[in-house]
């Protein structure tokens, strides 16, 4: 199917093709150079039959920075967001599934993640600007997060104490380590002790 294909892409993605369909009839390719950034700008999407190409469809990214190039592309936040919409709608249709419900949630996980980043670029005043992010992720290794944990816990006890594991893992991914930080920490943990034996107590 790629030989009846013109154009030689720079680099073809096979990272969809779990089913039939996605394996015999979609090819999806990168058709423009890796930027400076790692990351290739331009992909087209084409779904072919016996018959030749039934559809194209071009697939245009942000490349750069907002302050140094202006708007020019989508985002992958957007495609996400379109998947999920239909995930979702499919959820909720005649035709639901099991699997679709953690498809969901990662989905959603993982633009999560995305805004945390965003977050944090623009409280540093540097979203919008093709620049490294000025405080590297930190590894979950940080001795106090091990008493934030709630999976554990009986279903009342986690609804109190998953808000605040939830903001210590956020705080240990947003700021460096540094004594002010543990500081933080441990008043946090304070504060989850003192909720969950609200809740207990007699």
Same mark, same amino acid.
């Given at each position: 199917m790629k030989n009846e294909i013109e154009d030689t892409p720079v680099r073809y993605i096979e990272t969809h093709k779990i089913s039939k369909l996605n394996r015999d !009839? $979609?090819?999806? &390719? %990168?058709? +423009? =150079?890796?930027?400076?950034d790692g990351a !290739?700008?331009?992909y087209a999407i084409i779904? *072919?039959?016996?018959k030749g190409i039934v559809s194209e469809t071009a697939i245009k990214f942000q490349k750069g920075g907002l302050k140094e190039t202006g708007v020019n592309g989508i985002t992958d936040q957007s495609l996400i967001a379109i998947? #999920? +919409? &239909?995930m979702v709608g499919f959820q909720a249709g005649p035709y639901a599934s099991v699997y679709n419900e953690p498809v969901i949630d990662h989905l959603k996980g993982a #633009?999560?993640?995305? %805004?945390? @980043?965003? +977050?944090? &670029?623009?409280?540093?005043? $540097? =979203?919008?600007? @093709?620049?490294? +992010? #000025?405080? /590297?992720p930190q590894p979950e290794n940080e001795f106090l997060l091990q008493f934030f944990a709630y999976e554990h816990l009986p279903e009342t006890l986690q609804a109190v104490s998953k808000p605040f594991g939830d903001l210590a893992r956020d705080l240990v991914?947003?700021? /460096? &380590? !540094?004594?002010? @930080?543990?500081?933080a920490l441990r008043? #946090?943990? =304070? %504060?989850?002790? *003192? %909720?969950v034996r609200a809740l207990v107590a007699k």
């Open positions: !009839n $979609i090819v999806v &390719r %990168a058709t +423009d =150079e890796k930027d400076s !290739n700008h331009e779904v *072919c039959t016996d998947v #999920l +919409d &239909r #633009l999560g993640e995305m %805004a945390k @980043r965003y +977050d944090l &670029r623009a409280t540093l005043g $540097i =979203e919008g600007e @093709r620049v490294p +992010d #000025l405080v /590297p991914a947003k700021l /460096p &380590r !540094n004594p002010e @930080r543990t500081v008043k #946090l943990l =304070e %504060a989850k002790d *003192c %909720a």
